[in-house]
């Protein structure tokens, strides 16, 4: 599964991103994907996922982050809403398919205080 993540950049606190992450695979047919994130001298950390239909989410971003499948354009996408400068980091689109995970290349999302 080959997936194109987009949508990172610069916000102020409190403000507003949408990543998209494209999937060569019709994204009903993947059982997992998901958001990751991985911040300077951090490790990497899942962010929100969804499993056969089902989400989950970090503690750190339950109410403000929503993940939702788009079929008209077949991708998986987050919204990212009331932005903390603690959120700030290197975004990576996930999938688990047939057993074996694959990952996007990451995408910078940088809030500023």
């Known amino acids: 599964v080959q997936l194109q993540a987009s949508g990172g950049g610069l916000v102020q606190a409190g403000g507003s991103l949408r990543l998209s992450c494209a999937a060569s695979?019709?994204?009903?047919?993947?059982?997992?994907m998901g958001w990751y994130r991985q911040a300077t001298g951090k490790q990497r950390e899942l962010v929100a996922g969804?499993?056969?239909?089902?989400?989950n989410y970090a503690d750190s971003v339950k109410g403000r982050f929503a993940i939702f499948r788009d079929s008209a354009n077949n991708t998986v996408n987050l919204q990212m809403n009331s932005l903390k400068p603690e959120d700030t980091a290197v975004y990576y689109c996930?999938?688990?398919?047939?057993?074996?995970?694959?990952w996007g290349q990451g995408t910078q999302v940088t809030v500023s205080s």
């Open positions: 969804i499993t056969f239909g089902t989400t």
């Open positions: 695979k019709n994204i009903f047919s993947i059982d997992h």
């Open positions: 996930e999938s688990i398919y047939r057993g074996f995970q694959y």
